[in-house]
Every structure is written in structure tokens, then in C-alpha cells.
């Protein structure tokens, strides 16, 4: 954990967010500037800043654990599809350094996105 990380403060519940799934290896909550009706983060409970990253910490349970939750978030919030986007860097607009997918539902949503 990192002190100053913003998600860091979520998972120790130091600020608070709307969360919608907790476990000792996730959080997920709503995005308080969403780009769809449900856009909600889900975050691992270790900080890694990035995809790249979290994927050389080596810990494959967490790792399911992050893609489990948002498919189950995206089925619950989601009925006729969902989207899962995590960004890495600037370049992708990535502007909290924790690890984070956007689990984003409840209308069309187009492609390409950007």
C-alpha cells in the first residue's frame, strides 16, 4: 500500500466510496465522474500502479480475483453487454496510478472507443 495512492486510502476505507463488492483481494465501487449509466473501478487490494506492473508481482489469485469481479459486476449492472477497459500511462489517459478496471454498462457503447 502505498500512502499518498488514492485507491490505497479507499481500501483501508480512510475515504469513503460507494462500493459495490469487497474481499480481501478486490474493491469495487462507482466512479464519481462516470462515463456511463454504471461505470464502476474495480481495484486490487495490493498497489501495483499499473497492468504491467501487477503482472510481475506474480499473484495469480489476485489476478483472477480482479477479472472475476468485473465480469461479475458487468453481469449484474450489465443485462444486454458490458465493457472492461484498464488504462496503462498517459497516452491511454490512465490518471490514478493503482491498478483499475472501468466496468462500464447501461447503454450502447461504440467502437473504437477513442
Not at 472501468?102 to 473504437?112: D, E, S, T
Amino acid at each position: 500500500m502505498h500512502e499518498d495512492c488514492l485507491f490505497c486510502k479507499i481500501v483501508r476505507k480512510e475515504i469513503n466510496a460507494k462500493e459495490v463488492l469487497r474481499d480481501e483481494h478486490v474493491v469495487a465501487f462507482h466512479d464519481l465522474n462516470p462515463q456511463a449509466p454504471t461505470h464502476v473501478l474495480v481495484i486490487p487490494t495490493v498497489h501495483a500502479e499499473h497492468l504491467s506492473d501487477f503482472a510481475k508481482q506474480g499473484n495469480p489469485v489476485t489476478a483472477g480475483r480482479l477479472l472475476a469481479a468485473a465480469a461479475e459486476i458487468g453481469t449484474r449492472f450489465g443485462p444486454n453487454g458490458y465493457r472492461v477497459v484498464m488504462n496503462e500511462g498517459p497516452d491511454a489517459g490512465q490518471s490514478v496510478h493503482h491498478l483499475h478496471a472501468h466496468v462500464l454498462a447501461g447503454r450502447p457503447l461504440a467502437w473504437p472507443p477513442g
